[in-house]
């Protein structure tokens, strides 16, 4: 069943073995460059020339458009209706009940199904277009709308989840229930790493910074291997305390002790490989290596004392405070940069039930700059074209407001039927709208997306193609899709 | 030797941990805000289990259906927590009839998987062709694990019901008599209540002065004189109510009205408030009663002292705070949200004893459902009593208050009855005729007042009452099964597995595939324990010796330990297996037994040295060609560092722990009201527990446990990954934990031997049970004399070093030695033959 593994382990053992003579720079035998990079397949995983271990024969099924993955959610669902969905004839609606038509007796949240009634609720905000596409952004998103020629926005989105913790999992994991592999691991473990001395699956978290947001749980599950192996998992990279959790040597052994340390160690482990042959001594001896290359370009990559001041120039101010959206993604780049595959990005306090006037220009505000920066910089170092950025929720929100609704003041309920999402670069066209919602960004009328079109999409962006791209357990191949079809949505494809 | 491993306690503690990751243990609810659970008496359970050697089909039996049995014990309850550590769900707007099928669905997965090695949940959605289990089977499985008085939401409490007190030892023998006694008084008292004396009728009958009180007087500490109180004040006044046609006291702004000369409460003093409010609009916050001051402090920043009592979330509730700023709170249970438009009597009791634990609470005169036992640790600090005076209705605008009174002990179900029926009685005695709905209030009233017997059972139930509260703070809760007996266990089929598509009901069944329940069993769960051990059924002792065999040996005869079916990994050794299973059921499912004919058998102590040969033909010893050796798991390598530290506590049992971890790994992930966001590290030899103590959040499990590969706990696993990573190099590189054993190693190292080649030998017989032989012994030196010859020089690294971890390093008389030996004890720790069985 899993015959590759055994080849894997061996594949990345050499490559590890392979740096660790550049590092160590003592001659350990083993097998040449050459031969590495011809059993690695690396000819067929990319034509930069950058060096990947790890990976199933076989993948990319097919040239791959994005070599890395920044993906940016917003947890706690935005209101789509005021930010991307634009439905200026909802002001005419103003209190007046959701046509039961539209609504059409459809499940709603237990926070809402007991109320009264439905009045709708136009957006507070104003609406323009932007761009040689003339897309339609709402003014809280003032600098997504300088690059809205870059983006492709999906409008209609459409999941069967409506609770935070399930629609997430979903969105994550293609299940709604938690032990499935997240789309980061099916990603590392399917193309492998393309850095020897980071983890290919980086997680990060942004603080919001609205008082009164009202946030929602994330967990580890979303980071999650699940089935696949747990070197697949996420590795979260934290603003505060240790930037990777166990990076920092104990106090009183500065990284010289460490190297000391580990020579010695490395050569009685080496002693007990000699006596007992066992290979998963000779992994333990490169997987110390590979650690104490994590301790060392770790502080390198969060070291942002060098960046230009036209860093912050473009990422805002708040990209100097720790823990920002803005630093985040300023990390996300210099993540990027190095090559790590999977950059997950999680941003809380969008779950805006109530107070949306008063909590939403906050949370956008947060979010705003620091993702267009992270496009534009990643356009100018000429790396948009093979990295893919995402910006999406788990679902959208009701055009009624829960709880009262007054000329300044609303807040909207969970709704799954039709949600907004963007995506950039790694082969995605930009300047597209994709879809259209009726007049009450309830229901889909044109175009739908489903998450597993969208996690499909993700994946033929990979170069993989998600029906052919399954792991077996429990009997069952199991895929990040699911069993039910999914479609790549060709018309945002570059 | 294996005879004293398998009597020692610590062989049970060992064993739990496998038994634990199979039925997902852990200490939080799992799901969404994750909050705590009290669930540690079942992972007790199981430890003892093993050490008493309950017999596999008795550890089976009880687990399952302990409740069932007859005249259950308070441990054969405890022992059904195993089907309540399934993770639950409190997130507002779900959808209870689909988590009511999530839990069903783990329910069935996990039994499948734990006892019959099949992977039943592939048959949630419909058939497959070559899959021995249809759809019908997987929900007539899960019929038997969902006919429960349990209720979907778990309310984010610690104590979800059905759960039990699990009294402290010293308290096991009293407890039951405390709870049967309780039983007989209020049975006794209620029937009183249901015959009326002869002479009550005409007691109805007889004037009586004005100026009855509830209570004795003697207990009844203040009653507010609302009349007087509404006297010229611009924020409230006496006006028409609809409780028993009374004037009350009706607030016109949202602005207390002080009492004058009210009692002063306080953290040391007993008490009982009462009163009737009137709640106007349901999605309104209302304060109803408080005494309390914001007390400025330029260091600590401002903190609040006193009391408050409130409705939030139409759910009501009393918090208070001590000088510290910490506080207790009572608060009622989701279920008793209270209705807007409608009067409402509360009580909140509280015993003086500083403890959470101390408040109670009955609404509209019932004892009712509270947000449970919250943070237990917390503990009034100080006073409470404030100069300032009480306020009624600080936020209660166009709500009111009929009744507000305080008596100066805690008080018993009748009390609290006749306190929250007092208007009415009030009324019913001064008008002299009472309506039918007040005449059973008046009888409770005369029987209190007039019935020598009555009294006597309600001062013994107050006190009763009392014990029992410190029986419970004392004692711990864990959740159990427990059985709805109005109805057989049943399911229905859902289309595509969609709780919403309801199809055919199907009673609970055993899978077809398998030989049928006896007709003399009951078709319950007990009925499906006793099955599963039955000899005909050809599941059970082969998946169990196969998951003991894959605890000794790294891996089982069958791979696919959860998955004996055509999809899973054929055996290895099929005889074998075949016929571990029947001895270890001929012998009576004796497990101690079967481990120790593992440990002693050739295969398990042939050599582990692995030659090009049986490498190439046995690459990862499926054919046992030599002896297990492989990575231990995550708990054994904390464990083992502590061990040979000297360090390891090995008490036995408790509540969970929170030993080392880096900061911030539960904020991260967590909800802001969640009672698990903050992990609060603890101090002392809870560091030093064994790692299966571990508190698990399993939203965000132990850090260090994690990256070894220990199951969050969120659902069953019964097989373990084994990861060979670097972030597994840097728990033990860098962790605390490791580097606080490692300097305790070396100081046991440092006062054991006199040289560093003595000093080096005492550390390997702790770690590796041998002396280092010549070429590595010479590794091992050099790299000691690079570490002296570095803190020589570096004083200051080697006094940071020595501080590493809690515990102090004892006054050596040479640092830079003690710090050189404490690396060359580290690098030890690190060894692939240390982290290696």
């Given at each position: 069943m899993r015959n590759h593994d055994a080849i894997d382990a061996i594949a990345a053992q050499m490559a590890q073995e392979e740096s660790r003579r550049q590092f160590f720079g003592r001659g350990i035998q083993g097998i040449g460059a050459l031969a590495l990079g011809s059993l690695l397949g690396q000819d067929a995983r990319?034509?930069?020339?950058?060096k990947t271990t790890g990976g199933m024969p076989g993948?990319?099924?097919?040239?791959?458009?994005?070599?890395r993955c920044i993906y940016l959610h917003m947890v706690g669902a935005p209101p789509q209706i005021d930010?991307?969905?634009?439905?200026?004839?909802?002001k005419d609606y103003f209190?007046?009940?959701?046509p039961e038509s539209i609504r059409q007796g459809q499940r709603l949240t237990t926070m809402t199904s007991g109320q009264s009634r439905f009045p709708i609720a136009p957006s507070v905000f104003k609406f323009a277009q932007h761009g040689k596409s003339g897309t339609w952004l709402s003014e809280l998103l003032p600098y997504t709308a300088k690059m809205v020629d870059d983006i492709a926005l999906i409008r209609t989105m459409h999941t069967e989840?409506?609770?935070h913790e399930p629609a997430i999992t979903f969105f994550q994991t293609?299940?709604?229930?938690?032990?499935r592999p997240c789309i980061g691991s099916w990603v590392s473990y399917g193309l492998?790493?393309?850095?020897?001395?980071?983890?290919s699956f980086v997680v990060l978290q942004a603080k919001h910074t609205h008082p009164r947001a009202n946030v929602q749980a994330i967990s580890a599950r979303l980071w999650s291997a699940g089935f696949l192996s747990g070197q697949y998992s996420g590795v979260g990279l934290r603003s505060g305390g240790d930037p990777v959790l166990y990076i920092n040597n104990p106090d009183g052994v500065p990284m010289e002790m460490r190297h000391k340390m580990l020579d010695a160690l490395g050569e009685m482990n080496q002693q007990t490989f000699q006596k007992l042959s066992d290979p998963e001594t000779k992994t333990r001896i490169a997987q110390y290596e590979m650690a104490f290359r994590m301790q060392s370009s770790v502080p390198e990559l969060t070291d942002?004392?060098?960046?230009?001041e036209s860093t912050y120039a473009l990422y805002?101010?708040?990209?100097?405070?720790?823990?920002?959206f803005a630093q985040t993604c300023l990390m996300a780049r210099r993540l990027a940069e190095r090559n790590v595959r999977f950059i997950q990005v999680y941003h809380r306090g969008?779950?805006?039930?109530?107070?949306l006037p008063e909590v939403l220009p906050s949370q956008c505000k947060d979010v705003d700059q620091g993702a267009y920066a992270l496009v534009q910089d990643l356009k100018q170092r000429g790396m948009l074209d093979d990295t893919l950025v995402i910006f999406a929720g788990e679902f959208g929100r009701t055009?009624?407001?829960?709880g009262k609704l007054t000329a300044t003041d609303y807040g909207r309920d969970h709704h799954p039927r039709c949600f907004s999402l963007w995506m950039a670069g790694g082969g995605i066209k930009g300047g597209v709208v994709h879809g259209t919602t009726d007049e009450f960004s309830y229901?889909?009328?044109?175009n739908p997306v489903h998450v597993r079109d969208f996690q499909a999409t993700v994946m033929h962006l990979f170069g993989i193609d998600h029906d052919r791209f399954s792991y077996k357990y429990q009997g069952l191949d199991v895929?990040?899709?699911?069993v039910e079809k999914a479609s790549v949505v060709k018309a945002i494809l570059a | 030797m294996i005879d004293r491993y398998l009597a020692s306690p610590q062989y049970g503690a060992h064993r739990a941990h496998y038994w634990l990751d199979a039925a997902r243990?852990?200490?939080?609810?799992?799901?969404?805000?994750?909050n705590y659970r009290e669930m540690w008496p079942y992972r007790d359970w199981v430890i003892h289990a093993y050490n008493r050697n309950l017999t596999f089909d008795q550890f089976t039996i009880e687990q399952l259906a302990g409740d069932l049995l007859?005249?259950?014990?308070l441990e054969q309850r405890i022992a059904t927590g195993f089907h309540r550590n399934n993770v639950t769900t409190n997130e507002a707007g779900l959808i209870e009839d689909e988590y009511a099928e999530i839990y069903a669905k783990d329910r069935a997965d996990t039994t499948g998987a734990v006892?019959?090695?099949?992977?039943?949940?592939?048959?949630t959605c419909h058939d497959h062709?070559?899959?021995?289990?249809?759809q019908k089977d997987f929900y007539a499985l899960g019929a038997y694990f969902r006919?429960?008085?349990?209720?979907?939401?778990?309310?984010?409490?610690?104590?979800?019901?059905?759960i039990v007190l699990v009294p402290a030892l010293e308290d096991r023998e009293r407890w039951p008599q405390v709870s049967a006694r309780l039983g007989e008084l209020r049975t006794a008292m209620a029937k009183a209540r249901q015959q009326e004396p002869a002479a009550f009728a005409q007691w109805l009958t007889n004037a009586r002065p004005t100026?009855?009180?509830?209570?004795?007087t003697a207990s009844e500490w203040f009653t507010a004189d609302l009349p007087k109180l509404a006297?010229?004040?611009?924020?409230a006044k006496m006006a028409e109510s609809n409780i028993a046609g009374r004037a009350a006291l009706t607030f016109t702004e949202n602005e207390g009205l002080p009492v004058p000369s009210s009692p002063k409460l306080d953290a040391d003093q007993p008490f009982t408030i009462a009163l009737d409010f009137f709640f106007p609009k349901a999605e309104q916050s209302y304060t109803l009663a408080s005494q309390q001051v914001t007390v400025k402090d330029p260091v600590l920043g401002d903190r609040t002292q006193g009391w408050v009592i409130n409705v939030g979330g139409r759910v009501v509730g009393m918090n208070i705070w001590g000088d510290n700023g910490q506080n207790i709170e009572i608060r009622a249970a989701h279920l008793e949200q209270i209705k807007h438009g409608t009067w409402n009597h509360l009580i909140v009791t509280y015993?003086?004893?500083?403890?959470?634990?101390g408040l109670g609470m009955f609404l509209n005169g019932r004892a009712i459902a509270t947000?449970?036992?919250?943070?237990?640790n917390v503990v009034l600090k100080g006073?409470?009593?404030?100069?300032q005076p009480l306020l009624l209705g600080r936020s209660l605008k166009d709500g009111a208050i009929a009744d507000f009174r305080i008596i100066n002990r805690v008080v018993n179900e009748s009390e609290a009855y006749l306190l929250s029926r007092w208007t009415a009685i009030d009324a019913a005695l001064s008008r002299q005729a009472a309506s039918t709905a007040d005449r059973e209030a008046l009888l409770v009233y005369y029987l209190s007042k007039q019935d020598p017997a009555f009294g006597k059972l309600a001062s013994e139930l107050t006190a009763l009452n009392l014990e029992a509260r410190a029986i419970t703070r004392r004692g711990a809760i864990t959740h159990v099964m427990n059985e709805r007996m109005d109805q057989m266990p049943s399911a229905n089929i859902l289309f595509r597995g969609a709780y919403d598509q309801k199809r055919a009901k199907v009673e609970a069944a055993t899978p077809s595939v398998l030989p049928p329940m006896p007709?003399?069993?009951?078709?319950?769960r007990l009925g499906f324990a006793k099955w599963l051990m039955r000899?005909?059924?050809?599941m059970t002792a082969r998946v169990t010796a196969n998951r003991m065999w894959q605890e000794v040996?790294?891996?089982?005869?069958?791979?696919?330990a959860d998955d004996f079916g055509s999809q899973g990994e054929p055996p290895t050794h099929q005889e074998l297996l075949d016929w571990l299973a029947v001895d270890f059921r001929e012998n009576g499912w004796d497990m101690k037994r079967f481990y120790k004919q593992l440990l002693m058998s050739a295969t398990y102590q042939q050599t582990a040295v692995a030659t090009p040969a049986k490498l190439a033909k046995d690459p990862e010893n499926r054919l046992l060609s030599r002896g297990p050796r492989f990575r231990m798991d995550a708990e054994m390598i904390r464990d083992y560092a502590l061990a040979s530290s000297g360090l390891l506590n090995l008490k036995v049992g408790g509540p969970s722990v929170k030993p080392y971890q880096p900061e911030g790994v539960w904020e991260a992930v967590?909800?802001?009201?969640?009672?698990?966001?903050?992990?609060q590290r603890d101090g002392g030899d809870k560091l030093y527990?064994?790692?299966?103590y571990t508190f698990i959040k399993?939203?965000?499990?132990?850090a260090s446990l994690d990256i070894f590969n220990?199951?969050?706990?969120?659902s069953c696993t019964v097989r373990r990954e084994r990861t060979n990573t670097p972030l597994q190099a840097l728990v033990t590189m860098n962790d605390t934990q490791f580097m606080e054993a490692a300097r305790n190693l070396a100081q046991r190292a440092y006062v054991a031997a006199p040289v560093i080649d003595g000093r080096l030998d005492f550390m390997t017989a702790n770690l590796l049970a041998r002396p280092l032989d010549g070429p590595e012994r010479q590794v091992a030196i050099k790299a000691y004399r690079e570490y002296a010859a570095y803190y020589d020089t570096h004083p200051s690294d080697a006094r940071k070093l020595l501080q590493v971890g809690e515990k102090p390093t004892e006054k050596a008389p040479d640092m830079i030695v003690s710090a050189a030996l404490a690396m060359l004890a580290h690098q030890l720790l690190n060894l692939d033959e240390v982290l290696t069985k």
């Open positions: 990319g034509a930069t020339g950058v993948l990319p099924h097919f040239p791959a458009k994005a070599k930010l991307f969905d634009y439905k200026p004839g909802m209190d007046k009940d959701l989840e409506i609770n293609g299940n709604m229930i938690a032990g492998g790493s393309m850095n020897s001395d980071l983890p942002v004392s060098k960046e230009p805002g101010e708040e990209a100097k405070k720790p823990g920002t969008w779950d805006v039930h109530g107070s055009i009624y407001s829960q229901n889909i009328t044109e895929k990040l899709t699911g | 243990y852990g200490d939080t609810h799992g799901i969404h805000v994750d007859p005249n259950p014990t006892w019959l090695g099949m992977t039943v949940g592939c048959a062709k070559f899959d021995p289990i249809p006919n429960t008085t349990q209720r979907v939401m778990d309310d984010n409490i610690p104590d979800t019901p059905p100026g009855a009180r509830p209570l004795d006297e010229g004040a611009k924020q015993d003086g004893s500083r403890h959470q634990s947000q449970g036992r919250g943070n237990q006073a409470i009593a404030l100069d007709a003399d069993l009951p078709n319950n000899p005909e059924n050809p040996f790294g891996i089982g005869i069958v791979k696919t967590a909800m802001i009201g969640s009672n698990t966001r903050f992990y527990r064994r790692s299966l399993r939203s965000a499990p132990p220990a199951p969050s706990r969120e």
